[in-house]
């Protein structure tokens, strides 16, 4: 009965860790500091090619496929777009209003450079976050951990 409660225990706590630190998806972020949204959007030539750590509320996420997710930055209307390799990560499409922390890289978007999302699968409403009509920069991510 001891071994019993024990055992009872001890899932009881590693579960409340890994609720506490939410779900892990794609790599293990590896980076400690943070960089504020903020940050890049004001300066993102600085940023480019580089691997950073953000943190903020998902403000939207991609309801086809969950291959990006827009987080928000420090100030208000700030955003940047997560994109991840599809299927290699997919961000919960119930995940808008959770926090999350991305691990990944800066990256220059030019609107000729993203593929068409014009098939079923990638059907957007309005613009597609993925295929800016302006050069724009977003996060290449590998890891993230959304709380």
Known sequence: MLKRSLLIIALFLFVTKI?????KYGKEITLKDKTPVTSILSSPEKFDGKTVLVEGKILNVCQSMGCWIEVSGEN???????KVEDGVIVFPKDSKGKTALVEGVV??????????HDD???KHDGDDPCNPKTKTYRINGLGAVIK
């Open 19 to 23: 609720n506490a630190e939410g779900e």
């Open 76 to 82: 208000e209307g700030e955003k940047i777009l997560v």
């Open 120 to 122: 079923k699968e990638h």
């Open 107 to 116: 990256a220059e978007v030019q609107p000729s450079a993203e593929e068409n």
